[in-house]
């Protein structure tokens, strides 16, 4: 009888040990650690998970071994070249081969936020899909398929109509662009990962979005929503926009989140560890989403560090949990 019980218990015993919270290591910053001391800190923290934005062999190196699962980027300005089939298939020997397993890459990311409705990466958007393509058979070609999952990065500016929720769709003008991509997924068993920033909602409509349901402090639920935080609507948004264009049985990995301790509205060090100590506490407690219920959301929090050489707006360079020196920044227990 105890042995029944327990083969019964076993599926929920699994899914309670799955690690579902991982950082993002940037390293757009002259005074970082080195690598190596960067992946101690995730040992020494119980961080299980990390997502790289290039195949940067130090910081490989410095994984080899390790029982961190890892997100590996290739960054849009190498898309064009990944569109030749020859070149991805070096590129995913040189990258990929050399370091599996003793490096567990768990996805590779082909491009992060490319989209023709998107000026900054407008002009990598037609070689998208021949690179994910590309390097899907590569892998194929090393009999790793089933062990790399390839996917790309996309971001809540893809969609329209996203409140409530459940009327969210992908952009109009961008379907042709996105349905080729959710089928390449769909059929290769592939997960969409996605940038959920309740943060940039907030800040672009603090009138509509009030401060506690980005915080997730919000004593209720949204009135016209049901809705207890932004995250989980900015995250089913996603899932019922897939799910219109075939995409039912892909599953969402949020590939970055964040929240700015300085440098513009609303950016605080009180705001970010909110946001950050409640977003791990709620990915950590395996609720799901309205949409989801019970699904493991995973997720990597923006950013290991402050990066102080980061492009952009301000509040780029103010997205870590960690200070350079180390120390933690908020109290989160990512155990």
Known sequence: MAILLLVALLPNLLILGVQSIGVCYGRNGNNLPSPQDVINLYKDNGITNLRIYDPNPEVLNA??????EIILDIPNYNLQALADPNAATNWVHTNIINYFPSVKIKYIAVGNEVSPGFPQ?????????????????????YGVQNQIKVSTVMYSG???????????????????????????????GSPLLANIYPYFAYRGDPAHVALPYALFTQPG???GSGYHNLFDAMLDAQYYALEKVGGNNIEIVVAESGWPSDGGF????????????????HVKSGGGTPHKPGKIIETYLFAMFDENLKEGDETEKHYGVFYPNKAKKYNINFQ
């Open 63 to 68: 994984l080899r071994g390790s029982s961190i």
């Open 121 to 141: 990466t407008a002009q990598f958007a037609p070689f998208i899909l021949p690179a994910i393509q590309n390097v899907q058979r590569a892998l194929a070609t």
């Open 158 to 188: 893809v969609l329209s109509n996203t409140y409530p929720p459940w009327n969210a769709i992908f952009r109009d003008d961008l379907r042709d662009f996105i349905v080729p991509i959710v089928q390449f997924l769909t059929h290769n």
């Open 221 to 223: 639920a949204d009135p």
């Open 266 to 281: 609303g950016a605080s060090m009180e705001n970010a560890g909110t946001y950050y100590i409640n977003l791990n506490n």
